[in-house]
């Protein structure tokens, strides 16, 4: 009986040794920013990726209400800055919206408002 039993522990024993690795959570860094300057917007996002190999395109949308004032795009691998700038009016609020995507996978936009005063 104790020959029997003793191989069994010593499987379960090694099973349950074996480290388990979890998979990392990929960091993938947005920040995007409306500065104003009297009548003028500059439009700004910085984009990291997780990896210097991932490739980033986006797009950045100037909107006041639901009037779209000008769009920006590009394209980068593992990092990606886009700047714009536009004629705006003073006193409203401006949405800077950024839809972007990473190695071909759209993730879900970021938006911002800042108003100009």
């Given at each position: 009986m104790k020959r029997r039993?003793?191989?069994?522990?010593?499987?379960?024993?090694?099973?349950?040794?074996?480290?388990?690795?979890?998979?990392?959570?990929?960091?993938?860094?947005?920040?995007?920013?409306?500065?104003?300057?009297?009548?003028?917007?500059?439009c700004m996002v910085q984009i990291v990726g997780d990896r210097t190999t991932d490739k980033i395109s986006a797009t950045m949308e100037l909107w006041q209400d639901d009037e779209m004032i000008d769009s920006w795009s590009g394209a980068g691998y593992g990092f990606l800055k886009l700047?714009?700038?536009?004629?705006?009016?003073?006193?409203e609020t401006y949405q800077l919206t950024v839809s972007y995507s990473v190695n071909g996978t759209t993730k879900t936009p970021i938006s911002i408002e800042r108003t100009n005063k």
């Amino acid at each position: 009986m104790k020959r029997r039993i003793m191989p069994f522990l010593v499987i379960i024993a090694l099973l349950l040794a074996t480290p388990a690795y979890a998979v990392s959570t990929r960091l993938i860094s947005v920040v995007p920013d409306i500065q104003f300057n009297g009548t003028n917007a500059t439009c700004m996002v910085q984009i990291v990726g997780d990896r210097t190999t991932d490739k980033i395109s986006a797009t950045m949308e100037l909107w006041q209400d639901d009037e779209m004032i000008d769009s920006w795009s590009g394209a980068g691998y593992g990092f990606l800055k886009l700047e714009g700038d536009a004629t705006v009016r003073r006193y409203e609020t401006y949405q800077l919206t950024v839809s972007y995507s990473v190695n071909g996978t759209t993730k879900t936009p970021i938006s911002i408002e800042r108003t100009n005063k």
